[in-house]
């Protein structure tokens, strides 16, 4: 099992930034790709970001948050975090930091194995 544990939401105004970041136990971290989705009230979760195994060389985001928002990860201090930046009100959501030992499976409409609580970004216009 790995337990994920995110921090760092919180209120923002449009233009601002937030780091959130996820600490994992349980397993050893590097040997999983770590993703961050969302999910707005209404709207179905969506993928924001991801990042390999390992040392993470291989990375991707989804379009919307493409330039603005950048993921990385720390294994000495198993913790992956999403730097967001020039922050919209459509980026409002509930973030949930994944885990999974398949990069593909951090995608949209997949489901990787391990899930986070989630934390709040709320962005005021």
């Known amino acids: 099992q790995v337990q994920l544990v995110e921090s760092g939401g919180g209120l923002v105004q449009t233009g601002g930034s937030l780091r959130l970041s996820c600490v994992a136990s349980?397993?050893?971290?590097?040997?999983?790709?770590m993703g961050w989705f969302r999910q707005a009230p209404g709207k179905e979760r969506e993928f924001v970001a991801r990042?390999?195994?390992?040392?993470?060389?291989?990375?991707s985001y989804a379009d919307s948050v493409k330039g603005r928002f950048t993921i990385s990860r720390d294994n000495a201090k198993n913790t992956v975090y999403l730097q967001m930046n020039s922050l919209k009100p459509e980026d409002t959501a509930v973030y949930y930091c994944?885990?999974?030992?398949?990069?593909?499976?951090?995608?949209?409409?997949?489901?990787?194995?391990?899930w986070g609580q989630g934390t709040q970004v709320t962005v005021s216009s």
């Open positions: 349980g397993r050893t971290f590097s040997n999983y790709a």
């Open positions: 990042i390999s195994w390992g040392g993470g060389s291989s990375t």
């Open positions: 994944a885990a999974d030992e398949n990069y593909r499976r951090m995608v949209q409409g997949s489901t990787p194995a391990y």
